[in-house]
């Protein structure tokens, strides 16, 4: 809270610090509505008898807090955070001594809103002219495989292509890992600029593209 200016000047019933563990517990409990999720929160200490005079605020109040918060504080802990966990002995962390990585990219639907609409735009619709119903953000990752851990990650609006997105994530990689790409992926400009970081590739290659065997092995590979 410190380094991101988000101290408080004066005693709040919803400290900063609070409200990150909050949003942090949006994720974990995503189908339960605002109020649900700050009673998860909060449930242990009550039970312990440490809320004392605290009480759950109003909806409208989480909401103020939320926007006070920002983004920044929760950039600067999934920066300082997002570090791999696996050792050797994590089933599917490591072989022959590489850590294996993989990268990645998904959409998810975001709230009705002018304002995400604006920010992330909304995707076409199949069935005619129309939009989707929702906005959607587009995510890509890069994932610690053994620990399913995000190590680093690229939002953007939908418009926004996954390999532009993947781009900027080799600065995340380096010497002894060994990173995982599907075929939509490939691509030299791509490839270089993940190979320039030190870490071995091993990607799939679309159907359609041709390479010249330089020796097949007994399975036929």
């Not at 200016?5 to 909050?22: D, N």
């Not at 929702?134 to 495989?145: D, H, K, S, T, Y």
């Not at 939509?184 to 270089?192: H, K, N, Q, S, T």
């Amino acid at each position: 809270m410190a380094a991101c200016g988000r101290a408080e000047q004066r005693r709040r019933l919803l400290p900063a610090r609070l409200v990150v563990y909050f949003v942090l517990a949006l994720a974990l409990f995503s189908p339960a509505p605002y109020l649900e999720v700050m009673r998860h929160l909060v449930e242990g200490l009550r039970g312990q008898g440490l809320l004392g005079e605290w009480r759950i605020p109003a909806k409208s109040s989480l909401f103020r807090a939320c926007q006070r918060l920002g983004a920044e504080p929760l950039r600067v802990l999934f920066a300082t955070t997002a570090k791999p966990m696996g050792t050797q002995a994590t089933p599917g962390c490591f072989w022959r001594g590489l850590r294996l990585l993989a990268v990645d990219g998904t959409c998810w639907d975001v709230a009705d809103s002018v304002a995400n609409e604006a920010a992330f735009g909304r995707p076409g619709n199949s069935r005619g002219q129309d939009k989707s119903s929702f906005p959607q953000v587009r995510m890509a990752c890069l994932v610690e495989v053994g620990t399913h851990l995000v190590l680093d990650a690229e939002l953007a609006g939908c418009r926004t292509g996954e390999v532009t997105l993947v781009s900027r994530l080799p600065r995340s990689c380096g010497p002894g890992e060994l990173v995982l790409a599907d075929r939509e992926f490939l691509g030299v400009p791509l490839w270089r600029a993940f190979t320039a970081s030190g870490a071995d590739l091993l990607w799939r290659v679309p159907a359609n593209r041709i390479l010249p065997v330089e020796r097949q092995l007994r399975d036929g590979s």
